[in-house]
T-cell receptor, first 116, second 109 residues
Framework: IAGITQAPTSQILAAGRRMTLRCTQD?????MYWYRQDLGLGLRLIHY???????GKGEVPDGYSVSRANTDDFPLTLASAVPSQTSVYFC???????????????FGPGTRLTVL | GQNIDQPTEMTATEGAIVQINCTYQ??????LFWYQQHAGEAPTFLSY??LDGLEEKGRFSSFLSRSKGYSYLLLKELQMKDSASYLC??????????WGAGTKLIIKP
């Protein structure tokens, strides 16, 4: 693995189904993030984790949950998908728990999710 | 509320110079980032400003004025591969990035 990976690349899901989006990084970054990106809107933070074992809610957390059992993995779960969750989902990571000091976020390739 | 404003779309000619502006109103300020995002791809880091002034990196420069809540990204000697969206993001007092909707830059030959 080089950098940050996400799976699946794309998925079509029936409403009401449960879905887990996977994210793995091999850069030993402390912080990880989940964003959704919708046309005409900026990236919106769903959940974040400053370090393994801790998580926090972002701007749009409803309908989503995360866990951070170890440094490398940060899965995002939709417990019961709804059509408004159709979006492109990006996972990102950064060195520190804080993105400042030029501590940029590195992004995975994204997961395109369609909920019907 | 928190707000990041950027133009939705800009068009420029290959070889020319273009300036993409970003204005912000956020709860605190811990730095401003510019990212590039090609269609269908992930955002990639371009620049970071935390102090007022100009930061230059090859063909790309970024400027910040904290008192005016204003930044711009300057792209020189435009190439076709510069066609992309450019995202402005501000790190607020909670150390979270607040993102603008992005500026789609179209380069014409």
């Amino acid at each position: 693995i080089a950098g940050i990976t996400q799976a699946p690349t794309s998925q079509i899901l029936a409403a009401g189904r449960r879905m887990t989006l996977r994210c793995t990084q091999d850069m030993r970054h402390n912080a990880m993030y989940w964003y959704r990106q919708d046309l005409g809107l900026g990236l919106r933070l769903i959940h974040y984790s400053n370090t393994a074992g801790t998580t926090g809610k972002g701007e749009v957390p409803d309908g989503y949950s995360v866990s951070r059992a170890n440094t490398d993995d940060f899965p995002l779960t939709l417990a019961s998908a709804v059509p408004s969750q159709t979006s492109v989902y990006f996972c990102a990571s950064s060195h520190g728990g804080l993105a400042g000091g030029g501590n940029e976020q590195f992004f995975g390739p994204g997961t395109r999710l369609t909920v019907l | 509320g928190q707000n990041i404003d950027q133009p939705t779309e800009m068009t420029a000619t290959e070889g020319a110079i273009v300036q993409i502006n970003c204005t912000y109103q956020t709860s605190g300020f811990n730095g401003l980032f510019w990212y590039q995002q090609h269609a269908g791809e992930a955002p990639t880091f371009l620049s970071y400003n935390v102090l007022d002034g100009l930061e230059e990196k090859g063909r790309f420069s970024s400027f910040l004025s904290r008192s005016k809540g204003y930044s711009y990204l300057l792209l020189k000697e435009l190439q076709m591969k510069d066609s992309a969206s450019y995202l402005c993001a501000v790190e607020d007092s909670n150390y979270q990035l607040i993102w603008g909707a992005g500026t789609k830059l179209i380069i014409k030959p």
